[in-house]
């Protein structure tokens, strides 16, 4: 089955200075991969359309909305100490968020599909940016598949190797989502405690650096069948970051290209629509490979 690929040639252009991991290379080398000979047949192109502002504000504030589009106005700007906007930084965000909600609504129509983004947006808070993310894209694409496709579960999965604050803070009172975070701790941001539990909807993974491999996989296996035990979910969205692969310069990890599909292998089986949104990794040559082995399982 092909795999709908949400694009937007926007988010190549948020540019948050030179030198900064979360460039315009990481999303081109992701992109270019895609567009292989291996994959020809399996993916459907789709250039994504941006978030409406009703959509972004079941996630953040008008005041925060505002804010970000005053700095995108006066040509960019700093938001925190590694979170930089430029001009066109904010619509980048908008159609950024769009693509995930247009991947949600396209899984729960039948077709797996990966909203192949950039900034991203995990760490994203209500009221603040974060840690490279403007928008929560995961958290509006939840709130879009809930308030307008008539889901009434929607199980979020996070394996980028840092905690999901922002997601987190997000929907940790929403028993309509639950969040289950495999991290590296300690590490940024500092939250992610496996005693973080919300209303029983947080389901927290943390782990050192350095583990075999298989142990990082089976543990989040475990985690998701925990989180899914008489709650079954009508999506499953993927917080798809690719930094917690071996060699990334953010964290410790010690993943492999082979290893994302064996989770989307995992979890196809509970028959289940999956989405999933690009999130951090920082090592173009590397994540170009994993991002085509995660896309080639959605295919499946
Ligand atoms: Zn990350």
Same mark, same amino acid.
């Given at each position: 089955m092909p795999v %709908?690929v949400?694009? %937007?040639?926007?988010?190549?252009?948020?540019?948050?200075?030179?030198?900064?991991?979360?460039?315009?290379?990481?999303?081109?080398?992701?992109?270019?991969e895609l567009?292989g000979?291996s994959f020809?047949g399996m993916i459907?192109?789709?250039?994504?359309?941006?978030?409406?502002?009703?959509?972004?504000?079941? &996630? !953040?504030?008008?005041?925060?909305?505002?804010?970000?589009?005053?700095?995108?106005?006066?040509?960019?700007?700093?938001?925190?100490?590694?979170?930089?906007?430029?001009?066109?930084?904010?619509?980048?965000?908008?159609?950024?968020?769009?693509?995930?909600?247009?991947?949600?609504?396209? &899984?729960? &129509? =039948?077709?797996p599909?990966f909203?192949?983004? /950039?900034?991203?947006? %995990?760490?994203?808070?209500?009221?603040?940016?974060?840690?490279?993310?403007?928008?929560?894209?995961?958290?509006?694409?939840?709130?879009?598949?809930?308030?307008?496709?008539?889901?009434?579960?929607?199980?979020?999965?996070?394996?980028?190797? !840092?905690? =999901?604050?922002?997601?987190? &803070?997000?929907?940790?009172?929403?028993?309509?989502?639950?969040?289950?975070?495999?991290?590296?701790?300690?590490?940024?941001?500092?939250?992610?405690?496996?005693?973080?539990?919300?209303?029983?909807?947080?389901?927290?993974?943390?782990?050192?650096?350095?583990?075999?491999?298989?142990?990082?996989?089976?543990?989040?296996?475990?985690?998701?069948?925990?989180?899914?035990?008489?709650? /079954?979910?009508?999506?499953?969205?993927?917080?798809?970051?690719?930094?917690?692969?071996?060699?990334?310069?953010?964290? =410790?990890?010690?993943?492999?290209p082979e290893?994302y599909p064996?989770?989307v292998g995992?979890?196809?089986?509970?028959?289940?629509?999956?989405?999933s949104?690009?999130?951090?990794?920082?090592?173009?040559?590397?994540?170009?490979r994993a991002a085509g082995e995660h896309v080639r399982a959605l295919a499946e």
């Amino acid at each position: 089955m092909p795999v %709908h690929v949400f694009h %937007h040639p926007l988010s190549l252009s948020h540019n948050p200075g030179p030198g900064h991991p979360e460039s315009s290379e990481r999303l081109a080398a992701i992109l270019d991969e895609l567009r292989g000979p291996s994959f020809e047949g399996m993916i459907c192109w789709r250039e994504a359309s941006g978030a409406n502002e009703h959509q972004l504000l079941r &996630a !953040h504030s008008e005041s925060y909305l505002e804010l970000l589009r005053e700095v995108a106005d006066r040509g960019g700007g700093r938001l925190d100490a590694d979170t930089v906007m430029g001009r066109s930084s904010y619509e980048a965000a908008v159609v950024g968020a769009g693509a995930a909600i247009e991947a949600a609504k396209t &899984a729960l &129509a =039948g077709q797996p599909a990966f909203a192949a983004i /950039r900034p991203p947006g %995990h760490h994203a808070l209500r009221d603040a940016a974060m840690g490279f993310c403007l928008l929560n894209n995961v958290v509006i694409a939840a709130r879009a598949a809930l308030e307008e496709s008539g889901a009434g579960r929607v199980l979020i999965v996070d394996w980028d190797v !840092h905690h =999901g604050n922002g997601t987190q &803070a997000m929907v940790e009172t929403d028993p309509r989502i639950r969040y289950v975070s495999l991290h590296q701790w300690p590490l940024y941001p500092g939250t992610g405690r496996a005693d973080e539990r919300g209303v029983g909807n947080i389901f927290n993974v943390p782990r050192p650096p350095g583990l075999a491999r298989s142990t990082y996989v089976g543990d989040l296996i475990a985690a998701v069948a925990f989180a899914v035990d008489g709650w /079954r979910p009508d999506l499953i969205l993927l917080s798809a970051g690719f930094d917690a692969m071996a060699g990334d310069p953010l964290a =410790g990890f010690t993943l492999e290209p082979e290893d994302y599909p064996i989770w989307v292998g995992e979890w196809r089986r509970m028959g289940v629509p999956m989405a999933s949104v690009l999130e951090g990794g920082y090592v173009p040559s590397r994540i170009r490979r994993a991002a085509g082995e995660h896309v080639r399982a959605l295919a499946e």
